[in-house]
């Protein structure tokens, strides 16, 4: 099966320092909130946006003597994604608690998976433009809760505190630091939401808070990083920082691009990157100290004993398995294939999961390169002038086909096809229909045609003279006749006929 | 009736189906002697109106022809069970106040079968301790009495032990972590079962060490733990830990022959320096199992020696993690703060106030051992070590050992405030017989064999195969009757 198209990887993006020549070197781990209607560890709801602490249970709110009971469809979310990363899926996985002490933390705790995930080696193709992509190794996904919600800033001297988000199911998807510049990281981050929204494992609604990134950011010099590849040996790259919970895609590409100037400028400067973790502050554009390794928290992770291993069946994968829907990359691989699209436009219409499944419906059976023009440069381009997403589309797919299936069989030309487009973007209705009863079939009648050629040809002579010497003057008449015709006459017809009559 | 408080579980059922008593009655009783006994300190709420009512809902049961065999039988609850809009502090200041709006999953059953609570039981705080004396309620006090001395019933269940011993209730429920229910259950001449970890739900009971803990019975007979371990176990979806096992009858199980099984004797439990009493008393209760025709065998469990340090390394671990869910943010008891505190303050003072000195030195010790740099050394180490208490364990049961016989405890119980000045490790050491039945999760009862010189009760201590109460409450009865104990505290409160 193909699985993606052959790519070359990018180039890494290079910084000119004061001195000498730096290179970026990135890994990411992404926080994606489940999607399954309740917590991972118990049954409230994980609906967004509901009266603060009215989807708290017993156990989220940490009451006395409460456990936890892990809720078997986030652990599937967890398989199909670690799949849909062509990741290994671990049968055995356990959970451990992470303990530090915050008022959105009830148990003082966290559930996670620090020392056995249950989702192992995977990879990501990183599309950066046609025949070019990153490949960039995951590391691991591990199931844990998420916190719930400080509010500092309703009352001068009072916090308060949400717990509806406490105990919500998160993915950490860490990768290897296979990132090599901002537009690399942003692209990354968009891939890997657009693969778990094909999977339906996360909404990767960023502004909700859905998908959340945490980016380790080191420099080094060219050449250090190929021989981290070769030896996996880490002291071949310079210390990292980790810059903390960025859930925008342009503040993670000026969050990079700073840090990276920011060690340099120290590095250059005779002076040593400290390990720490960072926080980026969009209003100023730069990213400032959290804390430094050596007043990094003690988690004191240990297994979680209310908890039993995490044991699942090769059955139970091989049905998720089974079960998964075609991906970006071999979606897009095929368009190439099977519709004869390029890279870029296959790209285009694989990017949104929904754009996608609206495509072939449009395709399936008619000329698959006509109808990815009409849904890239028509519908797309009407749709964002409305500011309407695809699923909000006025014009279904069947409509979008039938106004190709008309073009395709020359019964309306590419012009009149776009005026009935208008009219069923802004109206609605049948294309075919419509295109009987306004009058827009195409003539393709010669009588009718030699007739208006007829006409043109007698009421033009000085013209005909010209074009008889200029053979390229011929459009002119093809003009004057469509013009007579209202744009309906079959432009190839015309175009025969015209050479016909002037004897061309 | 009279001594209608005396009554074994098994006896008043008897009576409440032959109509020569009522539920009422009983509970009735039971509350007098109760309002009588505060010096004691074994209940701490008392909930009288629950009581009666539950013991109305009982008699109409027992009338209509559909009670259990736990239905009207009146109980003290040990104050780490949640129950439903009653106090349930775990004997903590830091949970002031604090009254679940649920019930534990053990409460219910217990209450589903029919059985009335008479209230809320003193315990050590969080159920660490041995003498009942970290309590924030002050400590409960052994109704056994040989001279002027106050003794401990033990601890951590020693507000359950002092009931039951006292015939304040019929039968008490009660935690066993590291032998909190074997312990006071020797030290008061009752009986105690802890099963195998999984066999009674968690859920709704306040945690010490999770992968430690489990709920039991303490009762005035063998068939009594029998009946009521019936009505406690299950297995429960709301704990992931809770088994899926099918439940079995256990009091069908008691026929008393014993005959072929096979007793093991672990020579590691011969401590240096044992009392010669306690020795006896193993050697008498080796004897009447071999009176019965059981066979002896001596066995060697090699790790039992570390064991008491691996607990007390795993047991405070997983209590620093549990005990971090009391804030002052949500519930219980949070400290005044002061202008320009904020949320380090609170969580110190809360903490600092609410927690006694044993709860916080765990805490500390477990924090410590789970701590980077000390995670190998003390956490993991205690692990491994806890893997091969659990193999000597399943090396003996393989080699067709059916129960294993060891003293309960290593000496009869002391008196209150004797310990106070000593290294707290002298304390742990009244669990080094019962500590790695936890360790390994097995099943293991305590029976009251014999008195001391002085008079005080000393138990025995039977370890069973998981999942074999049935056969090791079995054991149990035959020893419980070789033994013939029938010595009662003389009341002097």
């Known amino acids: ?504 | 009736m009279s001594d209608l408080t005396k009554l074994t579980i098994a006896a008043a059922r008897e009576a409440l189906s032959k109509g020569e008593t009522t539920a009422v009655e009983l509970t009735e009783a039971c509350l007098a002697e109760i309002e009588a006994a505060d010096a004691l300190g074994a209940f701490v709420h008392k909930t009288p109106e629950i009581a009666l009512d539950q013991a109305k809902a009982a008699d109409a049961r027992i009338k209509a022809g559909e009670a259990t065999a736990m239905t009207g039988i009146p109980l003290g609850i040990k104050d780490l069970f949640c129950t439903m809009g009653v106090a349930s502090q775990a004997a903590s200041g830091i949970l002031d106040g604090f009254k679940p709006e649920y019930e534990s999953t053990v409460t219910q059953n217990l209450f589903g079968a029919g059985a009335v609570m008479l209230g809320k039981l003193n315990m050590d705080e969080f159920a660490m301790g041995s003498s009942n004396e970290t309590s924030v309620y002050g400590n409960a006090v052994n109704p056994w009495k040989v001279d002027e001395r106050a003794l401990t019933p033990g601890g951590s269940s020693g507000g359950s032990a002092s009931a039951v011993a006292a015939d304040l209730c019929l039968a008490a429920t009660g935690t066993d972590t590291g032998g909190s229910i074997r312990q006071p259950a020797a030290f008061t001449g009752i009986t105690g079962l802890k099963p195998t970890y999984g066999r009674v739900s968690r859920w709704g009971i306040i945690a010490f060490a999770s992968s430690l803990d489990q709920a039991g019975p303490m009762t005035k007979s063998v068939r009594d733990s029998a009946i009521m371990l019936g009505a406690m176990a299950g297995h429960d979806p709301k704990d992931s830990t809770s088994a899926n096992i099918p439940e079995l009858d256990f009091e069908a199980a008691l026929t008393g022959d014993i005959r072929g099984k096979v007793i093991g004797i672990p020579r590691e439990y011969r401590l240096d320096g044992m009392p010669a009493e306690i020795e006896k008393l193993w050697d008498e209760g080796k004897a009447m199992l071999a009176d019965a025709g059981a066979k002896l065998i001596d066995i060697t469990l090699p790790h039992t020696k570390y064991a008491l340090p691996a607990y007390y390394v795993i047991a405070p671990a997983e209590a620093s993690s549990n005990l971090a869910r009391y804030d002052g943010v949500r519930y219980g008891h949070r400290a005044r703060l002061g202008s320009g505190e904020g949320i380090t303050e609170m969580y110190e003072k809360t903490r600092a106030e609410g927690f006694g000195a044993e709860v916080q030195r765990r805490v500390m010790v477990g924090t410590y051992v789970l701590s980077a740099g000390f995670y190998d050394a003390y956490y993991n180490r205690a692990r491994k070590v806890r893997a091969l208490i659990k193999r000597d364990f399943d090396e003996a049961f393989d080699q067709g050992v059916d129960a294993i016989l060891t003293p309960a405890t290593p000496s009869a119980a002391f008196g209150l405030g004797e310990m106070a000045e000593a290294d707290p490790v002298q304390m742990y050491l009244n669990d080094v017989f019962t500590v790695t039945v936890n360790l390994a999760g097995l099943p293991g009862m305590s029976v009251p064999a014999g008195l001391d010189a002085k008079g005080l009760p000393l138990g025995l201590q039977l370890i069973g195969k998981p999942w074999e109460e049935a056969d090791l409450l079995n054991t149990a009865y035959a020893l419980e009757r070789a033994a013939g104990f029938v010595s009662k505290p003389a009341k002097w409160w």
């Open chain 1, 1 to 504: 099966m193909l699985d993606h198209l052959a790519f070359e990887s990018p180039k890494p993006a290079r910084i000119a320092g004061a001195k000498e020549d730096w290179e970026l070197v990135i890994g990411m781990e992404v926080h994606a909130q489940v999607s399954s209607n309740a917590k991972l560890f118990s049954g409230a709801s994980t609906r967004f946006g509901a009266e603060p602490n009215s989807n708290v249970a017993f156990v989220d709110a940490a009451m006395p003597g409460m456990l936890p009971v892990i809720n078997d469809y986030c652990v599937e979310q967890a398989v199909r994604t670690g799949l849909g990363l062509r990741a290994e899926i671990n049968l055995w996985s356990a959970f451990d608690r992470k303990n530090y002490f915050y008022p959105d933390l009830p148990q003082g705790y966290q559930i996670s998976q620090l020392y056995h995930p249950i989702v192992g080696e995977g990879e990501v193709i990183v599309d950066m433009g046609p025949g070019v992509a990153r490949r960039v190794r995951i590391e691991r996904i591990h199931l844990e809760q998420d916190a719930g919600k400080s509010i500092h800033d309703m009352d001068p001297a009072m916090s308060f505190v949400d717990l509806n988000r406490t105990g919500v199911a998160l993915m950490e998807i860490v990768s290897r630091p296979d990132i090599r510049g901002p537009e690399e990281a942003a692209a990354y981050v968009q891939k890997l939401r657009q693969i778990l929204r094909y999977l339906g494992t996360c909404d990767g609604n960023m502004q909700e808070g859905s998908l959340r990134a945490d980016v380790n950011v080191s420099v080094c010099r060219p050449g250090a990083y190929e021989r981290y590849m070769e030896t996996q040996d880490f002291s071949h790259l310079g210390t990292r920082c980790e810059i903390k919970n960025m859930n925008s895609l342009r503040f993670i590409q000026a969050a990079i691009d700073h840090e990276a100037r920011r060690q340099i400028a120290l590095l250059e400067d005779g002076g040593a990157v400290v390990q720490e973790t960072r926080l980026y502050d969009p209003d100023k554009g730069e990213t400032r100290s959290m804390r430094s390794k050596e007043e990094a928290h003690d988690y004191r992770y240990f297994p979680c004993p209310d908890l039993l291993p995490l044991e699942i069946e090769q059955d139970w994968v091989d049905a998720i398995k089974a079960g998964l829907p075609e991906l970006p990359d071999e979606k897009k691989a095929r368009f190439v294939k099977d519709f004869g699209l390029s890279e870029y436009d296959a790209g285009v219409l694989t990017a949104d999961v929904e754009a996608a499944h609206y495509f072939e419906r449009v395709a399936e059976g008619r000329d698959g390169k006509l109808a990815a023009n009409w849904v890239i440069n028509e519908l797309f381009g009407r749709l964002k002038k409305e500011g309407h997403d695809i699923t909000e589309s006025p014009v279904d797919p069947d409509q979008l086909g039938g106004i190709i299936a008309l073009i395709q069989n020359g019964e309306i030309s590419g012009k009149i096809a776009k005026d009935l487009f208008e009219i069923v973007f802004t109206e609605g209705g049948d294309p075919a229909v419509i295109v009987v009863e306004r009058g827009m079939k195409q003539v393709t009648d010669t009588g009718a045609i030699e007739a208006a050629v007829d006409e043109v040809i007698a009421a033009n002579p000085a013209q005909v003279e010209k074009a008889k010497a200029n053979p390229k003057l011929a459009g002119w008449f093809v003009g004057q006749v469509m013009k007579a015709t209202g744009g309906k006459a079959n432009p190839k017809a015309v175009n025969e006929i015209v050479a016909k009559k002037l004897g061309l």
